[in-house]
């Protein structure tokens, strides 16, 4: 079993930053895919960005986040990273992470982000 704790949201102005961390524990940090969603208004959950396991470290965005957000990892702390800047308000909402692995798939409870305009 996998649990996944997200935190540094919070409430930021327009075009502010703000850097999600997402820490791990139990299963294998390392080998796991870590995916970061934002929840959509119809209870969906939205892909930002995600980073592969050590082995291939590659990142992917979805177009509203390519040359804002930087997604990372540290394996040694178990920790992925969102480092969000040039917010908008559209950015507004809650930000969950995901660690996909051979071990199963699993969700941290999310955390809010609000852009004030």
């Known amino acids: 079993q ?19 961390s997402c820490t791990a524990s139990g299963g294998r940090f390392s080998i ?3 995916g970061w969603y934002r929840h959509g208004p119809g209870g969906q959950r939205d892909l930002v960005a995600a980073i592969t396991s050590e082995d291939k470290d590659n ?16 394996n040694a702390k178990s920790t992925s990273f ?6 908008e308000p559209e950015d507004t909402g809650v930000y969950s992470c995901r660690s996909t692995s051979a071990l199963g798939d699993f969700w ?5 982000v609000t852009v004030s305009s």
């Open 108 to 112: 941290g409870q999310g955390i809010q």
């Open 82 to 87: 969102l480092q969000m800047n040039s917010l």
């Open 2 to 20: 996998v649990q996944l704790v997200e935190s540094g949201g919070g409430l930021v102005q327009t075009g502010g930053s703000l850097n999600l």
């Open 32 to 34: 796991s895919t870590i």
């Open 59 to 74: 990142t992917i965005y979805t177009t509203s986040a390519k040359g804002r957000f930087i997604i990372s990892r540290d």
